[in-house]
């Protein structure tokens, strides 16, 4: 984050202050205490931070410092907004065809993280699927606001922009800090990515500010750093799919120093014709994905999580399988259309009791 510390270089010194005074004001064996905070203010959703510190005013600090990290890299992220005074995903897909644009580095390690991640799953997240999902966007929000007029794109229109997908066609100039999309046709969205790797840096952020036994969940993305101050493990449950249970859940999980993310067609869809069709688009068939209910993804690294998340969620259960089981690090956990639980090779070892 080394953008983001030239931004806001006052926060960590003033922290360190902070940290000093509250310190010195508590016996040397106080016990910390567990505390959290609730914020609005990045990725359209909800960002928890939880942690545990000698004072609430210490731990105000640590989780204010996180969420100003998170916005930073929300507004870099943006392909909606215009930011004052920076260059966004939004500056470079409106300048596709035209002509490269200068970014910060946090930018162009987004992009080359993404194009790992699209060689690792086979094409199954592509950031570069802009055009094809900027046309189901706009249906669905058409839908929601017109339910009886509600519709799908036709094949013809979903054809025609996935012409405009290719992932090779971004021109990335590190010596000169550009970016370039060589269709004008073309744009990029990094909902499948882009939460997750925010997470995760922000999270390397904190482990270098010295914080520890800490939570950081953004919209579900959750990034656990250290156990708690007893060394016992995190204790999280995954969204039960089916919002109308009584069961909020559908197993618990223990973590620590590892990431969670959930991938379901619960969280945003639309309904034509009494079908529902989720956000989630396989860039194989054009349509949104319909072979399960979630998938959730524990892996070490929270950009990785999102990003495999969405790739399995666009794969049929044995195919996603076979896949997360050769994938190094990573474990999986699917809620099948009929309701039932299929787990990866080794997932059950996070199950708490």
Same mark, same amino acid.
């Given at each position: 984050?080394?953008?983001?510390?030239?931004?806001?270089?006052?926060?960590?010194?003033?922290?360190?202050?902070?940290?000093?005074?509250?310190?010195?004001?508590?016996?040397?064996?106080?016990?910390p205490?567990?505390?959290?905070?609730?914020?609005?203010?990045?990725?359209?959703t909800?960002? &928890?931070?939880?942690?545990?510190?000698?004072?609430?005013?210490?731990?105000?600090?640590?989780?204010?410092?996180?969420?100003?990290?998170?916005?930073?890299?929300?507004d870099?992220?943006?392909?909606?907004?215009?930011?004052?005074?920076?260059?966004n995903l939004?500056?470079?897909?409106?300048?596709?065809?035209k002509?490269?644009?200068?970014?910060?580095?946090?930018?162009?390690?987004?992009?080359?993280?993404s194009?790992?991640?699209?060689?690792?799953?086979?094409?199954?997240?592509?950031?570069a699927?802009?055009?094809?999902?900027?046309?189901w966007?706009?249906?669905?929000n058409?839908g929601?606001d017109?339910?009886?007029?509600?519709?799908?794109?036709?094949?013809?229109?979903?054809?025609?922009?996935?012409?405009?997908?290719?992932?090779?066609?971004?021109i990335?100039?590190?010596?000169?800090?550009?970016?370039?999309?060589?269709?004008p046709?073309?744009?990029?969205?990094?909902?499948?990515?882009?939460?997750?790797?925010?997470?995760?840096?922000?999270?390397?952020?904190?482990r270098?500010?010295?914080?520890?036994?800490?939570?950081?969940?953004?919209?579900?993305?959750?990034?656990?750093?250290?156990?708690?101050?007893?060394?016992?493990?995190?204790?999280?449950?995954?969204?039960?799919?089916?919002?109308?249970?009584?069961?909020?859940?559908?197993?618990?999980?223990?973590?620590?120093?590892?990431?969670?993310v959930?991938?379901?067609?619960?969280q945003?869809?639309?309904?034509?014709?009494?079908?529902?069709?989720?956000?989630?688009?396989?860039?194989?068939?054009?349509?949104?994905a319909?072979?399960?209910?979630?998938?959730?993804?524990?892996?070490?690294?929270?950009?990785?999580?999102?990003?495999?998340s969405?790739?399995?969620?666009?794969?049929?259960?044995?195919?996603g399988?076979?896949?997360?089981?050769?994938?190094?690090?990573?474990?999986?956990?699917?809620?099948?259309?009929?309701?039932?639980? &299929?787990?990866?090779?080794?997932?059950?070892?996070?199950?708490?009791?």
């Open positions: 984050m080394s953008n983001f510390k030239k931004h806001i270089p006052f926060l960590a010194a003033v922290l360190m202050v902070v940290l000093g005074l509250g310190i010195s004001i508590y016996q040397k064996n106080a016990q205490e567990q505390y959290k905070k609730i914020y609005i203010d990045a990725f359209d909800v960002t &928890q931070i939880i942690g545990y510190a000698e004072s609430e005013e210490i731990f105000s600090e640590q989780a204010n410092t996180i969420n100003q990290a998170l916005i930073y890299y929300n870099l992220y943006d392909i909606y907004s215009i930011r004052e005074g920076v260059n939004r500056t470079i897909n409106y300048n596709a065809g002509e490269p644009v200068k970014v910060e580095q946090e930018i162009i390690d987004l992009l080359k993280f194009i790992n991640l699209y060689d690792k799953t086979n094409g199954q997240t592509n950031i699927l802009g055009s094809v999902l900027k046309l966007h706009n249906y669905r058409y929601i017109n339910p009886s007029e509600a519709a799908l794109p036709s094949l013809e229109e979903l054809q025609e922009a996935a012409n405009h997908c290719d992932i090779h066609n971004i990335i100039d590190e010596e000169a800090s550009t970016v370039y999309l060589n269709d046709e073309m744009s990029l969205d990094v909902g499948s990515i882009g939460k997750g790797y925010a997470v995760q840096k922000v999270a390397e952020y904190a270098e500010l010295g914080y520890n036994n800490m939570v950081i969940s953004v919209g579900g993305n959750i990034s656990v750093i250290g156990p708690k101050p007893d060394d016992s493990l995190w204790k999280f449950g995954v969204q039960n799919p089916d919002l109308e249970s009584e069961q909020a859940s559908v197993a618990s999980v223990n973590l620590v120093d590892t990431c969670l959930t991938s379901g067609d619960y945003r869809y639309y309904t034509v014709d009494g079908v529902d069709y989720c956000h989630i688009i396989d860039p194989d068939t054009l349509m949104p319909d072979y399960c209910k979630s998938v959730t993804v524990i892996t070490p690294d929270s950009g990785e999580a999102d990003a495999l969405t790739a399995v969620f666009c794969m049929p259960y044995e195919e399988l076979a896949f997360i089981n050769t994938y190094e690090n990573a474990e999986a956990m699917w809620v099948l259309e009929d309701g039932s639980i &299929q787990y990866s090779s080794n997932f059950k070892s996070y199950l708490a009791n």
